[in-house]
Every structure is written in structure tokens, then in C-alpha cells.
């Protein structure tokens, strides 16, 4: 059998980032820490790149305070960056080699997500409760302290549901021990016991001394909590071996799981740039002391030419890497900085009158402002801060939804959860409004939205239902 040799032309298309491109997508992303230390690891590694001296190391005392804030031209002959040649444009459609962030244009931004109430209801509403179990699991949650427990008992959570949802005692109970097994374990427990106990119990089957370690929390927990183990191991007859095991496992525990949300042990939030006020108009300034100015150390690329081989091909790819870094730096500052100029002059009503002038406004309406895919919007506004007059904002707040209003017009969601905070702010305290009646005083200012929707918006902001404020309110006097 004879076999067919020959030659072959195939021609085939190929879309490839060029490395500056990709260096620039992976910049703009970051957020200010994550930058600094990636900059700090160049920094390391390159001998070409070095710190820009700082100003007052000059001596200038005198400088103005805002300089460090100032955009600062970092062009120059070693930069060889062509930018109608490496362009955002240059993104493919649906280009998500790096990783896509989430769009933010389906969703309201919540200053509260990361609070403890915001993280169990989000797994509330993945947890395909019924709508009277559902129900009861936020009024679950929105009895909880800080550090998780559930102080009211069962009777108690009834009457806060009545007479919306009138539930029996084993409905409740049902619902609390789904609670208790949401991340973080051991939420919604009335005692540290019980909360022990369900962190042991959630850990696998084979865990070692999982079971002695239940028995001892459930009947000697007191006799735990002593220095040394004697008069536990006199008391339950187990092997002191086996007593220190299985209290190392219960030590291991979290006896207050919603601690870790408690916003005490947050970080400060350093802006990425400030917006404040110029004359009839608002001035955006990037924050330069979170990003370090950057030069070409003269000293090596002047060896460039005295040099050969080896050495030279090594200098002269250090180099590169180097010119490349200073550009893509450029390009990530140029990038926020529209995006956040075209987010201020589409948003000036909110800083001049806050929330409730908040306008409805999508990342895609921003990506055809400054001319960028949308991916970029997302990537440039993703863990960026900015100082307003009004507070410190990420940018995703900025985006919000349109709700349509009766008379054809729309407002956005986030303006509705202002005006529904204000009206709740104003209601009497001794007759609380409930979710159906706040329907009926947003219809008549033009706003039509359904129940439900009046009680997610409520959600979001923190607030506890009718029933649950009468009671506090009871409780408070």
C-alpha cells in the first residue's frame, strides 16, 4: 500500500495580545495594595527601574501640600511605548483571559455586603426557601448581635412575623437549624454551647476525637474552660490523652462566628483620587502617593552600550520590561482617570444634592464616553475608591439600575433606597411602616414597585421590617 507524501498550505488567523497589552490589562485591574506590591517585586528584580527621589528629600519644605497628587508626565526618550499601536480598543469581544469581573450593571453596589447580616441574607436567598421560610430566616438574622448569636426566643420571632406570616414553633425551629449551618457555622445559636456543638457536629464524620469532643462540650464544657484537665478527666472517665485531644479540637472552634464580619477590625480606606469642588465645576486628582513614581536607572542603561553578549542581551531585556512597566503605568492612570471624570459629569446631581439625585447609569454607557470595552470599565472601577465631598464611594457605587416611573421618566435604584430610607427615617415611631404601606407612599410620589421589591431594597440598607422595629422600639422604652 502505497502511502501519499506531499506539502500543505494552511492558513489560519490567530488573535495574540502583545505582552504590553496584557502587562496593561493585569495594571489596571489591581487595586492600590495589590499594585504596590507588585511594583516592590519589579522593583526587586530590575535593576533597570528605580524610585523617583521624593520631594522632600530635596530639602522644599515649602512645596504645596496637594503636589503629591498632581498628574506627573512620565514620558520621556527611553520610553518607546506607541499608544496608537497598544490601545484597550485592541481587547477581542468577550476577552476574558485574565479574569472578567462581575457585572455590576445587574445589581445595586451595597456599602453593607460585607457586614454579617448582608453575607447570611446572600445565602438566604440562594438557599431556595419557601417564601414563609424565607421570612423567617431574615427575621432570623436581623435578631442576631454581633457576634452572632440569636438572643430572642421562638415566641418572640413569631410575634415579629405576625400577622404578615402567622408560622407555628416547629416551622421556626426547622428554619434555625438551617440558619445555623450557614457559612459562618454556629450563627443563630443561643448559647456558646449550642454554638460548639454545631461547629462539631457540621466537621466529617472522621475527624479524630469528633465524637468525645461532643460529649465534653455538651456535658462538661465548664470543666473545659479550666487551665488543666484533672477534675475533667475524674469527672467523664476518659484517658487524659484522649481529654487533651479532644480539647485541642474544641479549641480550634470559633465560639463567636460573627465577630470576624464586626466592621472594627476593617482597614482604612485610602482613595485612589479625590473629587472637590472648582468654581461651578468638579476637579478630578488621582492620589499619586498610592502609586511610586517611577524612572530609568541611567546608571546600567548607559552600560548598555559599552557592553556585549550575554550582558548586553540581559540589559537590553530588563530595559524593555522596565519601559513597558512606566507605560503601562501611564495608560492605567490615564484609563481611571477618564473613567472617573465621565462617571463625575454624569453624577454631579449626587454630589451637589446626595443619594436621592442619584441618576441611573450602566458601565456600557461609560465604556462609550471614554471610548474602552466595557470589560475595562469593570476592571478600572473594581476595588478603586474616591473621596467626595459626600464621603468615600468605590466606583461601583456609582452605577445603579433605572427604575421607571409612572409619568415615563426613571430614577435609580439607588435614589429609591434613599427615599426609602428617609421615609422610613420619618415614620412615626410608635406606628412603623410596613412594607405595603411604603409601596403606597412611593406609588404616590410616582415610583410603582412591587412589595417584595420594597422589602430587598430595606434589606439592603439594614433595616428590620415593621413588626421588628415596633419591638425594639418597645424594648428601647
Known sequence: MALATGLRLKLDQKLKLAPQLRQAIALLQLNRLELREHIEQILEGNPLLELEAEESETGDDTADSESDYQEHDRSGDEIDFDREEYSWNDLPEGF????????????????????LY??????????????????????????????????DDIQTLRASLAPEYLVSPDEVEA???????????????????????????????????????????????????????????RRCGFAEADVAAAAALVRRLDPRPGLRFSRENQ????????????????????????????????????????????DRAYLKDQLQQAQWLISSLELRNQTLSGVIHAIVSRQTAFLEQGEVAMVPLLQKEI??????????????????????????????????????????????????????????????????????????????????????TVAKYREQLGIPNSSQRRRRRRASA
Open 96 to 115: 476574558s483571559e485574565l479574569g472578567e469581573a462581575p457585572d455590576y450593571d445587574r445589581f445595586i453596589a451595597d456599602p453593607q455586603q460585607d457586614t
Open 118 to 151: 448582608q453575607h447570611l441574607l446572600w445565602q438566604v436567598n440562594l438557599s431556595g426557601f419557601s417564601e414563609t421560610d424565607e421570612a423567617i430566616a431574615r427575621a432570623i438574622v436581623y435578631a442576631l448581635d454581633e457576634d452572632g448569636y440569636l438572643h
Open 367 to 452: 465604556a462609550a464616553a471614554v471610548e474602552v470595552h466595557e470589560s475595562t470599565v469593570s476592571r478600572a472601577t473594581t476595588g478603586k475608591y474616591i473621596h467626595t465631598p459626600r464621603g468615600t464611594f468605590e466606583l461601583k457605587h456609582f452605577f445603579s439600575v433605572a427604575i421607571p416611573t409612572v409619568d415615563g421618566n426613571s430614577v435609580s435604584a439607588t435614589a429609591v433606597r434613599a427615599i426609602l430610607e428617609r421615609l422610613i427615617r420619618e415614620e412615626d415611631p410608635d406606628q412603623p411602616l410596613s412594607d405595603q404601606v411604603l409601596v403606597e407612599r412611593l406609588a404616590a410620589s410616582g415610583l410603582l414597585l412591587a412589595r417584595r
Open 267 to 310: 482597614d482604612y480606606i485610602v482613595p485612589d483620587a479625590f473629587i472637590h469642588p472648582d468654581g461651578d465645576d468638579w476637579k478630578v486628582t488621582l492620589n499619586r502617593v498610592n502609586q511610586p513614581s517611577l524612572r530609568i536607572n541611567r546608571v546600567y542603561s548607559d552600560l548598555i552600550e559599552s557592553t556585549s553578549g550575554a
Open 175 to 233: 428554619v434555625l437549624e438551617r440558619v445555623r449551618h450557614f457559612e459562618p457555622v454556629g450563627v443563630a445559636s443561643r448559647s456558646i454551647r449550642e454554638c460548639l456543638l454545631t461547629q462539631i457536629r457540621a466537621l466529617p464524620a472522621h475527624t479524630p476525637r469528633r465524637g468525645l469532643a461532643d460529649h465534653l462540650v455538651e456535658h462538661y464544657l465548664e470543666e473545659l474552660a479550666e487551665p488543666n484537665f484533672d477534675r475533667l478527666v
